[in-house]
Structure formats: structure tokens, C-alpha cells
Nanobody, 123 residues
Framework: QVQLVESGGGLVQPGGSLRLSCAAS????????MGWYRQAPGKQRELVAL???????DYADSVKGRFTISRDNAKNAVYLQMNSLKPEDTAVYYC?????????????????WGQGTLVTVSS
């Protein structure tokens, strides 16, 4: 079973920075995408940032220019550098990896989620 372990959340003041990390417990050989989602109280889970197989990235408008997603394929890890944090960034952040198992002619698309890490931006 593939598992994702997240770390890096915590309490930070507005304008501060945090770096979230997410690493797979085992090897994932064919990754479609890695992403970060967040869910604030009373809100639906939303996509924060995504990086595709070819390295393309997408960001939510609310974080563009402040957050940067990156990956380390050798470690099956994905990171989210969060700068200029705002109180509205407060949420539980979840790592997500979509990947493929099997062969070209007999494959399955799977996804796995991290356990979530709480980011609190407050004075």
C-alpha cells in the first residue's frame, strides 16, 4: 500500500512562510500528478497547487505568486513553499498523488491522500 506522510504545518504569523512536505512510503513509478489541497472550516476542499507529470503547474488564484509547488521524483516527494501567508490561508492541507499501476494495456488510475497537516496563520 502506498501511503503519504505530510509534515511542515504549524502556526505562523501573517506574512510568514511555511514549507509543507509530502513523501510516499513506497515507490510510485508512474505519477500523473501531485497536488496540494486545503480545507478550511465550513468550506469545501479546494485545489491549491498541482504539478503534472511533465512539470506543468497550476495554482489557485488566491495563492498564485505566493505559493510554489515542487517535487523530488527520486524521493517521491512533493513540497509546497508558502510565502506571504495570510489568515485566509488557514486550513488543513492535504497532499494528493494520482498515479498509474499496471501496463499500458491493463492499467488502473489510483490516488492516495496524505493525512493532512494544519496550517494556522494568526497573530
Amino acid at each position: 500500500q502506498v501511503q503519504l506522510v505530510e509534515s511542515g504545518g504549524g502556526l505562523v504569523q501573517p506574512g510568514g512562510s511555511l514549507r509543507l512536505s509530502c513523501a510516499a512510503s513506497g515507490s510510485i513509478f508512474s505519477v500523473n500528478s501531485m497536488g496540494w489541497y486545503r480545507q478550511a472550516p465550513g468550506k469545501q476542499r479546494e485545489l491549491v497547487a498541482l504539478i503534472t507529470r511533465r512539470g506543468g503547474t497550476d495554482y489557485a488564484d488566491s495563492v498564485k505568486g505566493r505559493f510554489t509547488i515542487s517535487r523530488d521524483n527520486a524521493k517521491n516527494a512533493v513540497y509546497l513553499q508558502m510565502n506571504s501567508l495570510k489568515p485566509e490561508d488557514t486550513a488543513v492541507y492535504y497532499c494528493n498523488v494520482e498515479y498509474v499501476v499496471g501496463t499500458t494495456y491493463a492499467s488502473r488510475n489510483l490516488e492516495v491522500w496524505g493525512q493532512g497537516t494544519l496550517v494556522t496563520v494568526s497573530s
